[in-house]
């Protein structure tokens, strides 16, 4: 059974940060490019950032180019989103995409607000 949890979102100031997390199971983890979504209330669900499989090749959404950078640890089948200099236009549940089986997580909230 696929699974994909997401964790670490939550409330942060502008110009903070936050570290996104997805364990993954139930696939061989290490063999898959991942991707990162997100969707802000009212707008369509657009990809942030996606890594390939043994993590040397990074590609990423322009709004969030030089602030984000996705990484991965296929030791413990996660997939991580380090998110710097968050703005209030960051704000949007963000969700962990397997793209091979069209997998998704139940998505974690970042809210980013003074």
């Known amino acids: 059974q696929v699974r994909l949890v997401e964790s670490g979102g939550g409330l942060v100031q502008p110009g903070g940060s936050l570290r996104l997390s997805c364990v993954a199971s139930?696939?061989?983890?290490?063999?898959?490019?991942m991707r990162w979504y997100r969707q802000a209330p009212g707008k369509k669900r657009e990809m942030v950032a996606a890594?390939?499989?043994?993590?040397?090749?990074?590609s990423y959404h322009d709004l969030v180019k030089d602030r984000f950078t996705i990484s991965r640890d296929n030791v413990q089948n996660t997939t991580y989103l380090q998110m710097n200099s968050l703005k209030y236009e960051d704000t949007a549940v963000y969700y962990c995409?397997?793209?091979?089986?069209?997998?998704w997580g139940q998505g974690t909230q970042v809210t980013v607000s003074s």
């Open positions: 995409h397997w793209p091979n089986l069209d997998y």
């Open positions: 139930g696939f061989t983890f290490r063999k898959y490019l």
């Open positions: 890594i390939s499989s043994d993590g040397e090749h990074t």
